[in-house]
């Protein structure tokens, strides 16, 4: 493939910015649908009542990152067609691992004694819950949503095959028409996404974070 600099500049300034925007629907409506799944679900699997349930649920959580986005577009055909709908839910199960699996981790390596404390000073399991649990386990739950994130923004391209639009078709088109511009531009502007998502996370992950836990 020949690279020429003047098609890789257009391709990067004129044809990447909208594809770019739909991108970042297919990253951030899926992360978001998947954290207000995965976590609530994680929360109650540490609780004692749902306890026994937890090898099932994180099963399915793990179905979701084995099997491929495509296959599951394909096994929802019937029902969803072709487009963005299936590309977001395929998308959405495929994020819910990262984030289940954190959060699930995190409310458990809260101290037992830290939980001793808040019972003895008379806090409910709901108080305990809301005011030390989470926030103790906030760094841990973050940490899961930027893997979310970034493994979303990465596999978002595979949208474009399905119609669902989003870089994969800058991508796509540069494999199509053997133009490696295209290509590159598509991989830089992803790379650019999961970039910057992060960082803005860690931030947010730094202001939800309890101050004695701040490094």
Do not use: C
Not at 18 to 43: E, K
Not at 65 to 78: K, N, R, V, W, Y
Not at 175 to 188: K, Q
Request: aromatic content about 8%; cysteine-free.
């Amino acid at each position: 493939m020949d690279f020429e600099m003047e098609r890789f500049i257009s391709a990067l300034i004129d044809r990447s910015p909208p594809h770019a925007l739909v991108h970042l629907q297919l990253v951030l409506i899926p992360v978001a649908i998947a954290f207000l799944i995965a976590f609530p679900v994680a929360v109650l699997l540490t609780r004692n009542k749902f306890m026994r349930y937890t090898d099932r649920v994180m099963t399915f959580f793990n179905m979701g990152q084995t099997i491929p986005p495509l296959a599951i577009i394909a096994i929802f055909f019937p029902f969803l067609g072709l487009g963005r709908e299936p590309a977001l839910f395929a998308l959405t199960i495929y994020a819910l691992l990262p984030i289940g699996r954190n959060t699930l981790a995190g409310l458990k390596g809260v101290p037992q004694e830290v939980k001793e404390a808040a019972r003895g000073v008379g806090m409910s399991e709901w108080q305990m819950l809301m005011r030390v649990e989470i926030p103790l386990s906030m760094p841990v739950v973050m940490a899961g949503v930027k893997i979310s994130v970034v493994l979303t923004s990465g596999t978002a391209a595979l949208g474009a095959l399905v119609g669902g639009g989003g870089m994969g078709a800058v991508i796509f088109a540069g494999i199509d028409f053997f133009r490696a511009e295209l290509i590159v531009a598509g991989t830089l502007v992803i790379g650019g996404i999961a970039i910057v998502l992060d960082r803005i996370l860690t931030l947010v992950d730094y202001m939800l974070t309890p101050p004695h836990m701040k490094v």
